[in-house]
């Protein structure tokens, strides 16, 4: 092979590995609780409950020493808060609790409280209206096993929010927190969430990474304060992974914003 094409291939390689690190990064920001909430604002800035004891975000994960019934009781203790505060919604998003220390799946669902009318909309990037109760490639746990027998109890409805398609049909889609958080954004779009309508997924994979893609390509634009945190977290993951100086060398050369920009759907 001619060096030149081999010096291509190499720096295609170490691009693709880039891009990895990149959408690593851009799922932990998505994921962290001030960053939903300020994203949450920027768009919808007329929001009555504003707080960050309104807005929250629970993780998966167990504290050292807690359970998951522990972990349980800390989400319903902010569900009593979340039912006496009337007058506009309120929008929260929480994950399944992981089963024991080394479960590191998450599961992100996000919910519209409408305390004025008693009704809860459920997002659940997996929910598949083609089978029974919905469930699709993952389980919403926390949301059969939590917040509905909470929310039933104070009789509030619980809707969850119609997918034309699963937006997670494969295990390998590890996007929850950006399909939570995207749905959720458009369901508050015009309060779309009271029209009782499907929110379109497309259907094939590559179309729905390319939403994925021009969503993230929105935020970074629309926000662009935002860039300095993902150049953070992309820059931090790669010097934790632990790689020779070079490697290390050659993926921080990328700016990740630049690089996001640059982005095609293939490269999802």
């Excluded at 975000?57 to 505060?85: C, H, M, Q, S």
Aim: aromatic fraction near 12%; glycine fraction near 2%.
């Amino acid at each position: 092979m001619p060096k030149s094409n081999e010096n291509e291939k190499k720096s295609k390689m170490k691009k693709a590995d880039a891009i990895s690190w990149l959408l690593h990064s851009i799922k932990i920001l998505l994921g962290d609780q001030g960053i939903r909430r300020y994203i949450i604002l920027h768009y919808n800035p007329t929001l009555k409950h504003q707080l960050e004891k309104d807005i929250r975000t629970f993780d998966a994960f167990v504290k050292p020493g807690k359970t998951r019934a522990d972990k349980n009781k800390e989400i319903e203790t902010y569900l009593k808060y979340v039912i006496k505060l009337k007058k506009d919604i309120v929008v929260f998003t929480a994950t399944n609790v992981q089963q024991h220390n080394k479960d590191m799946e998450t599961h992100f669902q996000s919910y519209i409280v409408d305390n004025d009318n008693k009704c809860v909309y459920v997002i659940d990037p997996a929910f598949n209206k083609n089978k029974e109760n919905f469930v699709g490639i993952y389980y919403a746990e926390v949301t059969h096993e939590v917040m509905k027998p909470f929310f039933e109890k104070n009789h509030y409805e619980i809707k969850f929010v119609r997918l034309t398609k699963p937006a997670q049909t494969t295990t390998d889609d590890v996007f929850c927190q950006s399909w939570s958080l995207l749905i959720l954004l458009n369901l508050l779009n015009n309060k779309n969430y009271e029209n009782n309508f499907e929110f379109d997924i497309p259907s094939t994979k590559l179309e729905k990474y390319d939403m994925l893609l021009e969503f993230y390509k929105t935020i970074f634009r629309h926000m662009p304060e935002l860039r300095g945190n993902l150049k953070v977290e992309y820059d931090g993951s790669i010097k934790d992974f632990g790689f020779d100086k070079e490697d290390e060398k050659e993926l921080l050369s990328y700016d990740p914003y630049d690089l996001l920009i640059s982005m095609k759907k293939s490269n999802m």
